[in-house]
């Protein structure tokens, strides 16, 4: 992207929120912060910018192709973990974007619906980015796990039965896989390799289960975690993509720090808390596939 071109995308996202902002469909019954729409504009316009910028050099860096669909490999990449990422980044978008409209005024319907589509058309810029680059190509399965993610806070809006299930992610480096994997084709790996590094990420979903049983024996703050991973057997075939691996599945203790920090009243502190409770920690956990292990602790 030329800097002319990247100038004018920056004014474009800065000025969108502020459009939308002003629209008859927002402005109804409430009054919104005008300081706090061009700080959430500002905000948003950076991020998308450095986001885009990081993408283009470290996974659209190589020479353009034809606009093209995904031909098979994104269902072998990653054992579909990378799949749990897109609908956990999908689910982060929604969040920050629709907070950031209840921050500004925006009640708090409009403000989940905006944010689920904020979610959903990130995802898709991503994929028709992806369209033109040679290795990856257009993916319905990103796509539409990146929507589910994005619309999961308005499912859980409007079903209330949802309400106690939360999605989590965990890294740890367990292994080198992916860097020797990496090395082996030929690949550079800069210092945020560890969002590509599948084998060390563990995706969770978790369930407080006090809100399903009656007169739980379960502390408050205690929930149920099943995780889903990816093992470090894949290797490379001749046509230098990845394959073999195995999914892992585990269960286990989860904290909800939200309620281990209950009594704290500072809005500030609770945010910062509500966004770490994304995090699942070190917690006793049974790998229940493809083999049978206990880990005391495990992240």
Known sequence: MSFKGLFVFTICCFFSFSTLANTEFLYSSYKLDKKRIIIVSAGVSVGLTASYLYAKKNWWSEQESNFHFDNGPDLRYALNVDKAGHFLGGLHA???????????????????????????????????????????????????????????PVIKHYNSFLNPINFKFSYYRHSDTYLKLEKEKGNRVTNMYWQDDYPNQTYWMTIDI?????????PSWMNIAIGFGLDDSQKINNEGKKIGGQNEWYLAVDYNISKLFRKCNNPILKKLIYWIDYIHFPAPTIRFSPSFKFYPLFI
């Open 210 to 218: 006090n809100k399903y049983l009656k007169n739980s024996i379960f």
């Open 94 to 152: 929604s969040e920050i974007f629709s907070s950031s409209l209840s921050w500004v005024g925006v009640n708090h319907k409009k403000s989940l619906l905006f944010g689920a589509c904020f979610g959903t058309m990130l995802q898709l810029g991503i994929e028709l980015k992806d369209a033109y680059a040679p290795y990856w190509g257009f993916s319905k399965w990103d796509l539409g796990c990146g929507t589910l993610g994005s619309f999961w």
